[in-house]
Protein backbone atom coordinates (compact mmCIF):
# COMPACT_ATOMS: atom_id res chain seq x y z
CA UNK A 1 0.00 0.00 0.00
CA UNK A 2 1.58 3.39 -1.13
CA UNK A 3 0.89 6.52 0.79
CA UNK A 4 -1.99 7.65 -1.83
CA UNK A 5 -3.63 5.06 -0.54
CA UNK A 6 -3.35 4.68 2.54
CA UNK A 7 -4.67 8.41 2.91
CA UNK A 8 -7.36 7.18 0.34
CA UNK A 9 -8.49 4.79 3.01
CA UNK A 10 -7.75 7.65 5.52
CA UNK A 11 -9.47 10.51 4.45
CA UNK A 12 -12.85 8.09 3.00
CA UNK A 13 -13.57 5.30 5.87
CA UNK A 14 -12.04 7.25 9.12
CA UNK A 15 -13.17 11.16 8.45
CA UNK A 16 -11.69 13.28 11.52
CA UNK A 17 -14.37 16.22 10.92
CA UNK A 18 -16.84 13.68 12.12
CA UNK A 19 -14.43 12.19 14.82
CA UNK A 20 -14.68 8.46 13.28
CA UNK A 21 -11.07 7.73 12.62
CA UNK A 22 -8.62 5.28 13.89
CA UNK A 23 -5.83 7.64 12.47
CA UNK A 24 -3.20 7.08 15.01
CA UNK A 25 -3.72 3.24 15.14
CA UNK A 26 -3.32 3.25 11.32
CA UNK A 27 -0.25 5.25 11.29
CA UNK A 28 1.16 3.08 14.24
CA UNK A 29 0.41 -0.13 12.56
CA UNK A 30 1.41 1.16 9.24
CA UNK A 31 4.80 2.06 10.79
CA UNK A 32 5.12 -1.74 11.60
CA UNK A 33 4.09 -2.41 8.41
CA UNK A 34 7.19 -0.21 6.87
CA UNK A 35 9.58 -2.17 9.53
CA UNK A 36 8.72 -5.55 8.02
CA UNK A 37 9.16 -4.51 4.67
CA UNK A 38 12.53 -2.85 5.53
CA UNK A 39 12.96 -5.80 6.87
CA UNK A 40 12.38 -8.44 3.82
CA UNK A 41 12.77 -6.28 0.38
CA UNK A 42 10.23 -7.04 -1.65
CA UNK A 43 7.49 -7.58 0.33
CA UNK A 44 4.17 -5.13 0.82
CA UNK A 45 1.67 -6.28 3.21
CA UNK A 46 -2.01 -4.18 2.23
CA UNK A 47 -3.59 -4.49 5.38
CA UNK A 48 -7.56 -3.93 6.43
CA UNK A 49 -8.20 -2.61 10.16
CA UNK A 50 -11.47 -3.08 11.48
CA UNK A 51 -14.11 0.51 11.26
CA UNK A 52 -15.10 1.36 14.18
CA UNK A 53 -17.96 3.73 13.22
CA UNK A 54 -18.31 5.72 16.25
CA UNK A 55 -21.91 6.45 16.70
CA UNK A 56 -23.70 8.74 19.80
CA UNK A 57 -27.07 7.17 18.88
CA UNK A 58 -26.51 3.86 17.52
CA UNK A 59 -23.92 2.41 20.27
CA UNK A 60 -26.08 2.34 22.91
CA UNK A 61 -29.48 0.89 20.69
CA UNK A 62 -29.54 -3.15 21.20
CA UNK A 63 -30.31 -4.79 17.21
CA UNK A 64 -28.15 -2.01 15.17
CA UNK A 65 -24.99 -2.92 13.17
CA UNK A 66 -23.29 -0.23 15.81
CA UNK A 67 -23.90 -1.83 18.89
CA UNK A 68 -22.97 -5.15 17.15
CA UNK A 69 -19.59 -3.94 16.41
CA UNK A 70 -18.76 -2.08 19.94
CA UNK A 71 -20.56 -5.31 21.30
CA UNK A 72 -17.46 -7.76 19.81
CA UNK A 73 -15.28 -5.30 20.56
CA UNK A 74 -15.99 -5.53 24.33
CA UNK A 75 -17.24 -8.50 24.50
CA UNK A 76 -14.38 -10.38 26.40
CA UNK A 77 -14.56 -7.23 28.52
CA UNK A 78 -17.96 -7.68 29.55
CA UNK A 79 -17.59 -10.75 30.27
CA UNK A 80 -14.59 -10.81 32.41
CA UNK A 81 -16.55 -8.77 35.43
CA UNK A 82 -19.57 -8.95 37.32
CA UNK A 83 -20.39 -5.09 38.07
CA UNK A 84 -19.33 -2.34 36.73
CA UNK A 85 -16.24 -1.93 39.00
CA UNK A 86 -14.95 -4.81 38.27
CA UNK A 87 -15.33 -4.02 34.48
CA UNK A 88 -13.66 -0.55 34.65
CA UNK A 89 -10.55 -2.16 36.62
CA UNK A 90 -10.34 -4.73 34.27
CA UNK A 91 -9.53 -2.53 31.59
CA UNK A 92 -7.05 -0.89 33.11
CA UNK A 93 -5.42 -3.85 35.01
CA UNK A 94 -4.72 -4.81 31.02
CA UNK A 95 -3.55 -1.20 30.12
CA UNK A 96 -1.27 -0.50 33.03
CA UNK A 97 -0.07 -4.43 33.88
CA UNK A 98 -0.34 -5.65 30.70
CA UNK A 99 -0.49 -9.24 30.96
CA UNK A 100 1.22 -12.22 29.20
CA UNK A 101 -0.50 -13.29 26.51
CA UNK A 102 -0.53 -13.75 22.66
CA UNK A 103 -4.30 -13.75 22.26
CA UNK A 104 -4.37 -11.09 19.23
CA UNK A 105 -8.15 -10.50 19.78
CA UNK A 106 -7.64 -9.85 23.26
CA UNK A 107 -4.51 -7.29 22.60
CA UNK A 108 -5.85 -5.86 19.78
CA UNK A 109 -10.22 -5.14 21.43
CA UNK A 110 -8.03 -2.86 24.11
CA UNK A 111 -5.86 -1.07 21.85
CA UNK A 112 -8.83 -0.32 19.43
CA UNK A 113 -10.97 0.43 22.68
CA UNK A 114 -8.45 3.14 23.85
CA UNK A 115 -8.06 4.28 20.53
CA UNK A 116 -11.91 4.96 19.97
CA UNK A 117 -12.48 6.08 23.40
CA UNK A 118 -9.70 9.07 22.63
CA UNK A 119 -10.90 10.05 19.08
CA UNK A 120 -14.16 10.58 20.85
CA UNK A 121 -12.93 13.33 23.42
CA UNK A 122 -10.34 14.57 20.93
CA UNK A 123 -12.91 14.85 17.96
CA UNK A 124 -16.32 15.53 19.15
CA UNK A 125 -17.70 18.36 21.29
CA UNK A 126 -18.65 18.17 24.88
CA UNK A 127 -22.26 17.28 24.45
CA UNK A 128 -21.82 14.59 21.46
CA UNK A 129 -18.97 13.21 23.72
CA UNK A 130 -21.49 12.66 26.10
CA UNK A 131 -24.12 10.88 24.41
CA UNK A 132 -21.22 8.31 22.68
CA UNK A 133 -19.86 8.26 26.20
CA UNK A 134 -24.02 6.59 27.21
CA UNK A 135 -24.01 4.57 24.40
CA UNK A 136 -20.12 2.97 25.51
CA UNK A 137 -20.97 2.16 29.29
CA UNK A 138 -24.70 0.80 27.60
CA UNK A 139 -22.61 -1.58 25.59
CA UNK A 140 -20.36 -2.28 28.61
CA UNK A 141 -23.30 -2.98 30.90
CA UNK A 142 -25.33 -5.19 28.39
CA UNK A 143 -27.65 -2.67 28.53
CA UNK A 144 -30.17 0.25 26.72
CA UNK A 145 -28.89 3.86 26.01
CA UNK A 146 -32.12 6.26 26.32
CA UNK A 147 -33.03 8.15 23.33
CA UNK A 148 -32.57 11.88 24.23
CA UNK A 149 -35.65 13.73 24.86
CA UNK A 150 -37.57 10.53 26.21
CA UNK A 151 -39.50 10.79 29.80
CA UNK A 152 -37.01 10.62 32.86
CA UNK A 153 -33.60 11.50 34.19
CA UNK A 154 -31.65 8.31 33.01
CA UNK A 155 -29.27 8.09 30.23
CA UNK A 156 -29.56 4.65 30.02
CA UNK A 157 -30.42 0.99 31.70
CA UNK A 158 -28.43 -1.74 32.17
CA UNK A 159 -29.08 -5.71 32.01
CA UNK A 160 -31.32 -5.57 34.63
CA UNK A 161 -33.56 -2.70 34.02
CA UNK A 162 -32.05 -0.16 36.31
CA UNK A 163 -31.72 3.17 35.62
CA UNK A 164 -28.23 5.07 35.17
CA UNK A 165 -27.28 8.84 34.35
CA UNK A 166 -23.70 9.37 33.11
CA UNK A 167 -21.94 12.70 33.68
CA UNK A 168 -18.66 13.20 31.93
CA UNK A 169 -17.12 16.56 33.86
CA UNK A 170 -13.63 17.70 34.34
CA UNK A 171 -11.99 16.83 37.52
CA UNK A 172 -12.25 20.17 38.62
CA UNK A 173 -14.81 21.20 40.35
CA UNK A 174 -17.06 18.22 39.37
CA UNK A 175 -20.44 18.90 41.02
CA UNK A 176 -23.01 17.35 39.27
CA UNK A 177 -26.21 18.77 38.66
CA UNK A 178 -29.66 18.05 37.68
CA UNK A 179 -33.67 18.52 37.44
CA UNK A 180 -34.83 17.90 40.96
CA UNK A 181 -38.15 17.69 39.72
CA UNK A 182 -37.23 14.54 36.97
CA UNK A 183 -34.77 13.33 39.89
CA UNK A 184 -38.36 13.52 42.29
CA UNK A 185 -40.87 11.77 39.72
CA UNK A 186 -38.46 8.99 39.43
CA UNK A 187 -39.37 7.67 42.88
CA UNK A 188 -43.49 9.71 43.37
CA UNK A 189 -44.20 8.69 39.41
CA UNK A 190 -43.14 6.12 37.80
CA UNK A 191 -46.37 4.98 36.13
CA UNK A 192 -46.22 9.00 34.17
CA UNK A 193 -43.02 8.46 32.97
CA UNK A 194 -42.38 6.09 30.13
CA UNK A 195 -38.72 5.15 31.16
CA UNK A 196 -38.27 1.59 29.44
CA UNK A 197 -39.18 2.98 25.76
CA UNK A 198 -38.12 -0.27 24.05
CA UNK A 199 -40.97 -1.91 25.82
CA UNK A 200 -44.28 -2.36 28.16
CA UNK A 201 -42.13 -1.97 31.57
CA UNK A 202 -40.97 0.38 33.44
CA UNK A 203 -37.39 0.52 35.15
CA UNK A 204 -36.83 -1.93 37.42
CA UNK A 205 -35.32 0.35 39.81
CA UNK A 206 -38.44 3.32 39.92
CA UNK A 207 -40.76 3.57 42.79
CA UNK A 208 -40.88 4.98 46.23
CA UNK A 209 -38.57 2.39 47.18
CA UNK A 210 -36.23 2.70 43.96
CA UNK A 211 -33.26 3.53 43.07
CA UNK A 212 -31.18 5.95 40.54
CA UNK A 213 -27.64 5.60 40.07
CA UNK A 214 -25.17 8.46 39.15
CA UNK A 215 -22.07 7.46 37.44
CA UNK A 216 -19.26 10.14 37.10
CA UNK A 217 -16.55 10.33 34.43
CA UNK A 218 -14.03 13.03 36.06
CA UNK A 219 -11.17 13.04 33.03
CA UNK A 220 -7.89 14.36 34.22
CA UNK A 221 -7.37 17.29 31.54
CA UNK A 222 -9.22 20.28 30.61
CA UNK A 223 -11.81 20.46 28.22
CA UNK A 224 -9.81 23.70 26.86
CA UNK A 225 -6.47 22.19 26.34
CA UNK A 226 -7.93 18.17 25.18
CA UNK A 227 -6.15 18.56 22.03
CA UNK A 228 -2.64 18.54 23.22
CA UNK A 229 -2.91 16.70 26.73
CA UNK A 230 -4.89 13.66 24.35
CA UNK A 231 -2.15 13.81 21.51
CA UNK A 232 0.92 14.15 24.12
CA UNK A 233 3.46 12.13 25.66
CA UNK A 234 1.67 11.69 29.04
CA UNK A 235 -1.12 9.53 29.13
CA UNK A 236 -4.85 11.03 30.82
CA UNK A 237 -7.66 9.23 32.25
CA UNK A 238 -11.28 9.29 33.08
CA UNK A 239 -11.80 8.77 37.00
CA UNK A 240 -15.14 6.83 37.49
CA UNK A 241 -16.91 7.35 40.45
CA UNK A 242 -20.94 6.22 41.34
CA UNK A 243 -23.24 7.56 44.01
CA UNK A 244 -27.29 6.34 44.15
CA UNK A 245 -30.15 8.51 45.26
CA UNK A 246 -32.35 6.80 47.35
CA UNK A 247 -35.00 7.64 50.13
CA UNK A 248 -32.12 6.76 52.82
CA UNK A 249 -29.42 9.06 50.77
CA UNK A 250 -31.03 11.43 49.12
CA UNK A 251 -30.72 14.16 51.93
CA UNK A 252 -27.39 13.61 52.54
CA UNK A 253 -26.51 14.07 49.05
CA UNK A 254 -28.55 16.93 48.94
CA UNK A 255 -27.26 18.79 52.10
CA UNK A 256 -22.80 18.41 50.26
CA UNK A 257 -24.18 21.75 48.64
CA UNK A 258 -25.37 24.71 50.31
CA UNK A 259 -27.72 26.18 48.17
CA UNK A 260 -29.74 23.26 48.07
CA UNK A 261 -31.68 24.42 51.07
CA UNK A 262 -33.95 26.51 48.25
CA UNK A 263 -34.72 23.00 47.14
CA UNK A 264 -35.94 21.21 50.45
CA UNK A 265 -38.23 24.00 52.21
CA UNK A 266 -41.58 22.39 53.27
CA UNK A 267 -44.44 24.73 53.46
CA UNK A 268 -45.90 26.33 56.85
CA UNK A 269 -49.38 24.77 55.93
CA UNK A 270 -48.45 21.11 57.02
CA UNK A 271 -50.72 19.24 59.24
CA UNK A 272 -47.48 18.05 61.50
CA UNK A 273 -44.87 19.71 63.19
CA UNK A 274 -41.24 18.60 62.84
CA UNK A 275 -39.86 15.69 65.00
CA UNK A 276 -36.76 16.58 67.22
CA UNK A 277 -34.83 14.25 69.39
CA UNK A 278 -35.58 14.47 73.31
CA UNK A 279 -32.06 15.40 74.50
CA UNK A 280 -30.40 16.73 77.72
CA UNK A 281 -31.85 19.93 79.25
CA UNK A 282 -29.79 22.83 79.37
CA UNK A 283 -28.93 23.08 82.97
CA UNK A 284 -28.00 19.77 83.14
CA UNK A 285 -26.17 19.65 79.96
CA UNK A 286 -25.58 22.64 78.67
CA UNK A 287 -23.59 25.03 80.94
CA UNK A 288 -21.45 27.28 78.69
CA UNK A 289 -18.29 27.64 80.34
CA UNK A 290 -17.51 31.56 80.99
CA UNK A 291 -14.28 33.01 79.70
CA UNK A 292 -13.38 35.45 82.58
CA UNK A 293 -13.11 32.44 85.23
CA UNK A 294 -10.12 31.80 86.92
CA UNK A 295 -9.64 28.36 84.58
CA UNK A 296 -10.45 30.05 81.48
CA UNK A 297 -7.58 32.46 82.14
CA UNK A 298 -5.53 28.96 81.67
CA UNK A 299 -7.15 27.50 79.02
CA UNK A 300 -5.14 26.35 75.32
CA UNK A 301 -6.19 28.92 72.72
CA UNK A 302 -5.65 26.56 70.02
CA UNK A 303 -6.14 27.72 66.39
CA UNK A 304 -8.57 29.89 65.46
CA UNK A 305 -9.99 27.65 62.78
CA UNK A 306 -11.03 25.24 65.89
CA UNK A 307 -9.05 22.23 64.45
CA UNK A 308 -7.11 21.90 68.14
CA UNK A 309 -9.69 19.48 69.84
CA UNK A 310 -10.53 20.62 73.53
CA UNK A 311 -9.26 24.68 73.26
CA UNK A 312 -10.70 27.85 73.57
CA UNK A 313 -11.09 28.77 70.06
CA UNK A 314 -12.69 24.92 69.34
CA UNK A 315 -14.92 25.82 71.99
CA UNK A 316 -16.36 29.41 70.81
CA UNK A 317 -16.46 28.21 66.99
CA UNK A 318 -19.02 25.20 68.30
CA UNK A 319 -21.05 27.92 70.16
CA UNK A 320 -20.63 30.57 66.69
CA UNK A 321 -21.46 28.05 63.66
CA UNK A 322 -23.22 25.00 64.92
CA UNK A 323 -26.80 25.49 65.69
CA UNK A 324 -28.00 25.76 69.24
CA UNK A 325 -29.51 22.00 69.19
CA UNK A 326 -26.52 20.62 67.78
CA UNK A 327 -24.24 22.73 70.02
CA UNK A 328 -26.12 21.21 73.16
CA UNK A 329 -25.91 18.05 71.94
CA UNK A 330 -22.39 17.92 71.65
CA UNK A 331 -21.40 19.67 74.85
CA UNK A 332 -23.76 17.76 76.72
CA UNK A 333 -21.25 16.34 79.83
CA UNK A 334 -18.59 18.05 78.75
CA UNK A 335 -15.73 19.75 81.34
CA UNK A 336 -12.85 21.54 81.64
CA UNK A 337 -10.21 19.81 83.32
CA UNK A 338 -5.84 19.68 83.08
CA UNK A 339 -4.89 19.44 79.88
CA UNK A 340 -2.61 15.94 78.87
CA UNK A 341 0.99 17.57 77.35
CA UNK A 342 -0.59 20.88 77.63
CA UNK A 343 2.06 24.11 76.20
CA UNK A 344 3.82 26.20 78.52
CA UNK A 345 1.47 28.24 80.70
CA UNK A 346 -1.79 26.80 79.37
CA UNK A 347 -3.60 24.08 81.73
CA UNK A 348 -7.15 23.62 80.55
CA UNK A 349 -8.86 21.58 78.00
CA UNK A 350 -12.38 20.79 77.60
CA UNK A 351 -13.43 16.86 77.58
CA UNK A 352 -16.29 14.54 77.00
CA UNK A 353 -16.17 11.29 77.51
CA UNK A 354 -12.14 11.38 78.11
CA UNK A 355 -12.02 12.86 75.20
CA UNK A 356 -11.02 16.29 73.84
CA UNK A 357 -14.21 17.93 72.20
CA UNK A 358 -14.20 18.29 68.46
CA UNK A 359 -14.91 21.01 66.04
CA UNK A 360 -15.25 19.25 62.74
CA UNK A 361 -16.48 21.38 59.54
CA UNK A 362 -19.85 19.96 58.81
CA UNK A 363 -20.73 19.48 54.64
CA UNK A 364 -21.71 23.03 53.10
CA UNK A 365 -25.12 22.11 52.88
CA UNK A 366 -25.67 20.90 56.61
CA UNK A 367 -28.64 22.32 58.47
CA UNK A 368 -26.57 21.82 61.95
CA UNK A 369 -24.71 25.16 60.69
CA UNK A 370 -27.05 28.04 62.82
CA UNK A 371 -27.00 30.40 60.01
CA UNK A 372 -27.50 27.18 57.26
CA UNK A 373 -30.79 25.69 59.87
CA UNK A 374 -32.30 29.56 59.86
CA UNK A 375 -32.52 29.46 56.15
CA UNK A 376 -36.20 29.93 54.66
CA UNK A 377 -38.61 31.54 52.01
CA UNK A 378 -41.63 33.22 52.80
CA UNK A 379 -44.55 30.67 52.95
CA UNK A 380 -42.15 28.35 53.87
CA UNK A 381 -40.37 26.64 57.44
CA UNK A 382 -36.77 27.47 58.05
CA UNK A 383 -34.53 24.75 56.84
CA UNK A 384 -33.93 23.02 59.72
CA UNK A 385 -37.51 22.36 60.53
CA UNK A 386 -37.74 21.18 56.75
CA UNK A 387 -35.19 18.90 57.28
CA UNK A 388 -36.47 17.64 60.44
CA UNK A 389 -39.71 16.86 59.26
CA UNK A 390 -38.32 15.38 55.93
CA UNK A 391 -35.76 12.99 58.86
CA UNK A 392 -38.92 12.29 60.79
CA UNK A 393 -41.25 11.27 57.58
CA UNK A 394 -38.47 8.75 56.21
CA UNK A 395 -37.99 7.03 59.49
CA UNK A 396 -41.25 6.15 59.11
CA UNK A 397 -40.79 4.80 55.75
CA UNK A 398 -39.65 5.39 52.03
CA UNK A 399 -43.46 6.21 51.16
CA UNK A 400 -43.41 8.94 53.91
CA UNK A 401 -41.29 10.31 52.82
CA UNK A 402 -41.59 10.89 49.40
CA UNK A 403 -45.02 12.23 50.06
CA UNK A 404 -43.29 15.20 52.06
CA UNK A 405 -40.58 15.63 49.05
CA UNK A 406 -43.38 16.28 46.40
CA UNK A 407 -44.56 19.12 48.97
CA UNK A 408 -40.96 20.62 48.98
CA UNK A 409 -40.21 24.01 47.70
CA UNK A 410 -37.84 22.66 44.69
CA UNK A 411 -40.86 20.27 43.39
CA UNK A 412 -42.99 23.00 43.51
CA UNK A 413 -40.73 25.53 41.98
CA UNK A 414 -41.80 28.40 44.01
CA UNK A 415 -38.23 29.66 45.63
CA UNK A 416 -37.16 30.06 42.28
CA UNK A 417 -34.36 27.64 42.18
CA UNK A 418 -35.34 24.15 40.65
CA UNK A 419 -31.67 22.24 40.19
CA UNK A 420 -29.80 20.05 42.51
CA UNK A 421 -26.21 20.09 42.75
CA UNK A 422 -24.60 17.42 44.16
CA UNK A 423 -20.73 18.21 45.26
CA UNK A 424 -17.87 16.66 44.01
CA UNK A 425 -17.04 16.00 47.82
CA UNK A 426 -19.76 14.13 48.68
CA UNK A 427 -18.07 11.09 46.62
CA UNK A 428 -14.71 11.70 46.13
CA UNK A 429 -12.39 10.22 49.00
CA UNK A 430 -14.58 6.98 48.87
CA UNK A 431 -14.91 3.86 47.45
CA UNK A 432 -17.90 2.40 46.21
CA UNK A 433 -17.40 -1.43 46.88
CA UNK A 434 -16.43 0.10 50.52
CA UNK A 435 -19.02 3.02 51.49
CA UNK A 436 -21.55 2.26 49.15
CA UNK A 437 -20.84 5.61 46.81
CA UNK A 438 -17.52 6.57 45.44
CA UNK A 439 -14.72 5.93 43.63
CA UNK A 440 -15.06 2.68 41.16
CA UNK A 441 -11.30 3.00 39.33
CA UNK A 442 -10.22 4.51 35.74
CA UNK A 443 -9.58 3.95 32.64
CA UNK A 444 -6.02 5.24 30.71
CA UNK A 445 -6.56 7.17 27.49
CA UNK A 446 -5.01 9.34 25.56
CA UNK A 447 -2.51 8.33 22.30
CA UNK A 448 0.37 7.96 24.51
CA UNK A 449 -1.54 5.05 25.94
CA UNK A 450 -2.41 3.69 23.43
CA UNK A 451 0.89 3.17 21.96
CA UNK A 452 2.16 2.51 25.32
CA UNK A 453 -0.09 -0.83 25.22
CA UNK A 454 0.93 -1.54 21.62
CA UNK A 455 4.28 -1.22 21.73
CA UNK A 456 3.59 -3.78 24.88
CA UNK A 457 2.29 -6.46 21.96
CA UNK A 458 4.34 -5.84 18.73
CA UNK A 459 5.82 -8.53 18.79
CA UNK A 460 3.01 -11.12 18.95
CA UNK A 461 1.32 -8.85 16.89
CA UNK A 462 4.08 -9.20 13.96
CA UNK A 463 3.89 -13.07 14.35
CA UNK A 464 0.83 -13.42 13.94
CA UNK A 465 -1.22 -11.13 12.20
CA UNK A 466 1.56 -9.57 9.46
CA UNK A 467 2.31 -12.89 8.72
CA UNK A 468 -1.51 -14.25 8.53
CA UNK A 469 -1.77 -11.21 6.15
CA UNK A 470 1.36 -11.70 4.38
CA UNK A 471 -0.28 -15.32 3.35
CA UNK A 472 -3.23 -13.81 2.63
CA UNK A 473 -1.74 -11.23 0.08
CA UNK A 474 0.27 -13.92 -1.78
CA UNK A 475 -2.93 -15.91 -1.83
CA UNK A 476 -4.79 -13.54 -4.01
CA UNK A 477 -2.00 -12.67 -6.27
CA UNK A 478 -2.12 -16.47 -7.06
CA UNK A 479 -5.27 -16.99 -7.86
CA UNK A 480 -5.40 -14.00 -10.15
CA UNK A 481 -2.16 -15.39 -11.76
CA UNK A 482 -4.50 -18.43 -11.67
CA UNK A 483 -7.58 -16.95 -13.53
CA UNK A 484 -6.31 -14.02 -15.52
CA UNK A 485 -3.32 -15.14 -16.96
CA UNK A 486 -4.10 -19.72 -17.10
CA UNK A 487 -0.92 -20.37 -14.80
CA UNK A 488 -1.42 -23.46 -13.39
CA UNK A 489 1.61 -23.65 -11.59
CA UNK A 490 0.52 -20.65 -9.55
CA UNK A 491 -3.12 -22.23 -9.40
CA UNK A 492 -1.25 -25.13 -7.81
CA UNK A 493 0.08 -22.40 -5.04
CA UNK A 494 -2.58 -21.26 -4.38
CA UNK A 495 -3.98 -24.53 -3.28
CA UNK A 496 -1.08 -24.86 -1.23
CA UNK A 497 -1.13 -21.52 0.21
CA UNK A 498 -4.51 -21.74 1.29
CA UNK A 499 -3.84 -25.04 2.80
CA UNK A 500 -1.01 -23.18 5.12
CA UNK A 501 -3.61 -20.29 6.15
CA UNK A 502 -6.38 -22.72 6.87
CA UNK A 503 -3.81 -24.33 9.29
CA UNK A 504 -2.53 -21.61 10.68
CA UNK A 505 -5.83 -20.15 11.89
CA UNK A 506 -7.35 -23.85 13.10
CA UNK A 507 -4.30 -23.75 15.17
CA UNK A 508 -5.09 -20.05 16.34
CA UNK A 509 -8.98 -21.08 16.70
CA UNK A 510 -7.89 -24.03 18.95
CA UNK A 511 -5.45 -22.55 21.40
CA UNK A 512 -8.11 -19.75 21.68
CA UNK A 513 -10.80 -22.68 22.17
CA UNK A 514 -8.43 -23.80 24.74
CA UNK A 515 -7.45 -20.60 26.58
Given amino acids: MDKKELQYIKENYFDSANGNNLSFLMEMIDEVRQTLNEAKPGEDITLKLPIIRISEKMWGKEGTKDREIIQSLLSKIVAKGSNLTEKIQYINEFIENPPDTDDVSEILSHIVLLDTLTNILLHFNASAAGFAFEGFLAALLSGTQVPAGT ?77 AALTGDVAQAIKFYQFDFTAETFLASLLSFEKNYKLLLLPKDLTSDPVTQAGATEDEAYAPISMDTDEAAGWVLGKKSGADPGTKNAYANILNFYDS ?191
Fill in 151 to 227: AGIQDLVDNDKNPVSLKLLGEKPGDVHGSYRDLVDHFIDPGGLKQDPESDQYVGQAGVKGQMSYIVGLKTFKEAGSG
Fill in 325 to 515: DYAKELLAGAELLDAQDPPRGKKFRLYKGGEPVKFERLPPGDDRYRKQGAKTYEGYRTFKESVALLRAALSKGPEYFWALIARTSGYEGSAGETQFIVASRYYKGKFYDQDGFGYLGQIKIGQQAVRDLAEQYVDILNEQIFELFSRVERLTNEINAYFIGGDKAQGLEAARTAGQIEKRQRTYVRKAEKD
